[in-house]
């Protein structure tokens, strides 16, 4: 035995379906197409979630909720993780430089989850009650700034 005689096993292989190579080939004329309709000519393509003319199912279901578009998006960055990373003073700049902050302008909430046993002062937009209450007994400092960059409203 070696390579060049093994064969698969009877029936794996299956020759490829040969359309369109004449009469003599058992599958001529309309080479598995059927007669006439539109599946039949040249260029047909079914539009996604056609159903035949049928009204499609994500026509027929209700449509639900609604996406505010004022939305405002914050990173949230949690006290547990702040009380892991070296240093005392956590700006926009010192966030964005220990990677918590992908890319510049973005807007920082503090939360609250974790414990914090030494004195941080911290620069965000907004914090939540808990975090503003843990880090003050801390005897840290909380700084609220301004907001973010928004887009300009058009007038």
Do not use: C, Y
Not at 98 to 126: D, F, N, W
Request: no cysteine.
């Amino acid at each position: 035995m070696n390579l060049s005689s093994l064969k698969p096993p009877a029936g794996q292989k299956k020759a490829r379906k040969r359309i369109g190579r004449g009469m003599g080939s058992g599958r001529g004329k309309t080479s598995t197409r059927g007669n006439k309709g539109q599946h039949a000519g040249t260029g047909f393509s079914l539009m996604r979630g056609f159903e035949g003319g049928q009204m499609p199912l994500h026509r027929r279901l209700p449509k639900r909720g609604f996406t505010n578009i004022f939305k405002k998006q914050f990173v949230l960055v949690n006290l547990g993780r702040l009380e892991k990373l070296d240093g005392d003073t956590f700006t926009l700049d010192r966030l964005l430089e220990l990677r918590l902050l992908k890319k510049p302008g973005e807007a920082v909430k503090i939360l609250g989850s974790g414990q914090l046993t030494r004195k941080i002062t911290v620069e965000a937009h907004h914090f939540s009650k808990s975090a503003l209450e843990k880090i003050q007994k801390a005897g840290g400092e909380a700084r609220v700034i301004g907001a973010p960059l928004e887009p300009a409203e058009e007038s």
